[in-house]
């Protein structure tokens, strides 16, 4: 996760974009988002453990088809605050998520709010998501995996979410999920958490593939870590 910008004539900052996140799902018609992250340069040289100045992820088919019934059936948490212009009807504005249009989330760093808004929204307006436990869903554990993938050990994966099951007592849903996506539905509240187990022991994951979603957890204050 390191990278060299000291010979980059604008060292204010790093722009950190993955154009194209969850490259299958996007070949395949399914899930994919688009992350963008700009990174100060000089915290950069200091650490690896970097929390960008801001964050955006674009999720254009967020839900897609293979989604959309799942998350029909999950009792989805009530944003805090709604953000929108005067002139803007708050009544009119969709639910969150729209199970019709994509959706974009974005955050700033250090300020404790996940900034989301639907493609369908008034320009300007957006639902403010902050670590509210009453968001979180109470039935059961919702959580998100990656699609088939040779980095991704399913049958691990599935072997630990039965022993989930078997303690919590409570049935799982799974979404799985192309991209970066899967971070923003659990900062939405929508998933408890996101679990991918590497099948190699020297694969390292990109800073493009986690930053800008990794950015969303920690401005809720929830936890990342390895297994």
């Not at 154009?19 to 340069?41: C, M, N, Y």
């Not at 100045?53 to 709604?82: G, N, Y």
């Not at 991209?179 to 694969?203: E, H, M, P, R, W």
Request: with cysteine.
């Amino acid at each position: 996760n390191h990278f060299d910008i000291s010979h980059s004539r604008r060292k204010r900052g790093c722009w950190i974009i993955d154009p194209i996140d969850g490259t299958r799902g996007f070949i395949q018609g399914k899930h994919f988002s688009i992350a963008v992250s700009l990174v100060d340069h000089e915290e950069s040289q200091r650490s690896d453990d970097i929390t960008p100045l801001l964050s955006i992820i674009a999720c254009p088919t967020l839900p897609d088809l293979s989604l959309r019934q799942r998350l029909t059936a999950i009792e989805t948490p009530k944003p805090i605050e709604v953000i929108c212009p005067a002139d803007v009807d708050q009544s009119t504005l969709p639910a969150f998520p729209d199970l019709n249009t994509g959706n974009i989330f974005f955050a700033y760093q250090n300020e404790g709010v996940v900034y989301t808004r639907s493609l369908s929204m008034p320009l300007g307006s957006a639902f403010a998501l902050t670590n509210d436990e009453e968001q979180s869903i109470k039935k059961s554990h919702v959580i998100t995996t990656p699609y088939e993938g040779k980095t991704h050990d399913h049958i691990l994966c599935n072997t630990l979410l039965q022993k989930i099951e078997e303690v919590s007592r409570k049935k799982i849903t799974v979404l799985p999920m192309h991209g970066q996506g899967k971070y923003c539905l659990v900062a939405a509240g929508i998933a408890d958490f996101f679990l991918k187990i590497s099948t190699q022991d020297n694969y390292r994951e990109k800073i493009y593939d986690h930053i800008a979603g990794q950015h969303m957890i920690r401005e809720l204050q929830g936890k990342i870590s390895n297994l």
